[in-house]
């Protein structure tokens, strides 16, 4: 890729290598891969055709939720398919600028999940603390600006990642060590100093998941000090258990982000990379799985919806055989 003295081409492709150290059981690690990423398109597509269908849903907390499993279901699109193709059929090639729209997408649609939870946790700040004005606080104009910041926050502060990538040196290995395009996986193989990109990866981590955790830690303060508040044990468990699916959806999605981030950064060597890289997965697949899930079982309204649809078309089904 050396062209002449202190001048570089890009490369023409990356090699993604998938899980190194497990390619013999590539094959084997597929099948748990590909049934998450089933159940995902299953479970987030019924949730956001279900919150459409069903007016008793057009609320506040299920438009957000509809943004959460869209947004869910474009972070797995975006890298699964790819590692698939590894897995089956050894399909590891990747071209240099698919690379970097990936990796674009990649932590666009990962920033945009943060700020949408932040935006689920102040809606049930609202939802508690100021339960007769949660109308007409949150009302549709204002969840779709709300919405659209988040989306252009999100990715407006991922455009620099692609276009420092693309102007650094890479004059050494084009083999990387992962399933997709992770900003710090590729810039990890340029010949020249990465300090800029460090440094504002620090910077973003920082305006989106930082600030999004202490708004989220915030609002979830004052709505324990509201719950505490209430006189009946009752009306403290129901404000209670409206938030358990999100407080799990928080889990779910910052725990493998956080360990992720703080690995490939400060982790070294000291971390095994099939384990780096399995995590690092896990972290794209795991929410957009299991939050449907969650709030399918935690949440009264959707299970009483769910069950009503499917009665409605087993009832329409014995009325079309009869």
Known sequence: MLVSNNSYVAPKSFILNGIPGLERVHGWISIPFCTIYIISLVGNLGLVYLIHREESLHRPMYFFLAMLSLIDLFTCTTTLPNALCIFWFNLKEINFNACLVQMFFVHGFTGVESGVLMLMALDRY????????????????????????????????????????????????????????????????????????????????????????????ISYTMILQAVVSLSS???????????????????????????????HRFGGHTIPPPLHIIVANLYLLLPPTLNPIVYGVKTKQIRDNVTKLLQGEKCASIQHKN
């Open 233 to 263: 044990a009752d009306a403290r468990q129901k404000a209670f258990s409206t938030c358990t699916a999100h407080i799990s959806a928080i889990i779910i999605t910052y725990v493998p982000a956080f360990f992720t981030f703080f690995t």
């Open 126 to 217: 609202v939802a508690i603390c100021y339960p007769l004005r949660y109308a007409t606080i949150l009302t549709n104009p204002i969840i779709a600006k709300a919405g659209l910041a988040t989306f252009l926050r999100g990715m407006l502060l991922m455009i620099p990642f692609p276009i420092l990538a693309k102007h650094l040196p890479f004059c050494q290995s084009n083999i990387i060590s992962h399933t997709y395009c992770d900003h710090m996986s590729v810039v990890k193989l340029s010949c020249a100093s990465i300090k800029v990109n460090v440094i504002y990866g620090l910077m973003v981590a920082l305006l989106i998941g930082v600030i999004d955790v202490c708004c989220i830690s």
